[in-house]
Nanobody
Framework: QVHLVESGGGLVQPGGSLSLSCAANRAISSIDIMGWYRQAPGKQREAVATITSVGFQNYAESVKGRFTISRDIAKNTVSLQMARLTPEDTAVYYC????????WGNGTRVTVSS
């Protein structure tokens, strides 16, 4: 199992930027896939961005060109850089890691509002 702790959520104005971080309790180089999902009020959880153990990245169409996922293997963290945020990006963002099964953090709330 992998224990994941997210940080970095908060309130940001439309058009602004925010960075999320996810800390894992084991070497992320050994984890097949890590990524970020989000769940907006009244909606299903959806994939935002993922990154594999060899660095392959995948993004939801709605965030391509605005969000960037990255890893810091030395720190065992995965980050999500978010730019040009819109109210539609408002959600609880969850870090996930596939290691023998899907593991999830508790989430961090992002609110985009003026």
């Amino acid at each position: 199992q992998v224990h994941l702790v997210e940080s970095g959520g908060g309130l940001v104005q439309p058009g602004g930027s925010l960075s999320l971080s996810c800390a894992a309790n084991r070497a992320i180089s050994s984890i097949d896939i890590m990524g970020w999902y989000r769940q907006a009020p009244g909606k299903q959880r959806e994939a935002v961005a993922t990154i594999t153990s060899v660095g392959f990245q995948n993004y939801a169409e709605s965030v391509k060109g605005r969000f960037t996922i990255s890893r810091d293997i030395a720190k065992n963290t995965v980050s999500l850089q978010m730019a040009r945020l819109t109210p539609e990006d408002t959600a609880v963002y969850y870090c996930t890691a596939y290691y023998g099964g899907w593991n999830w953090g508790n989430g961090t709330r992002v609110t985009v509002s003026s």
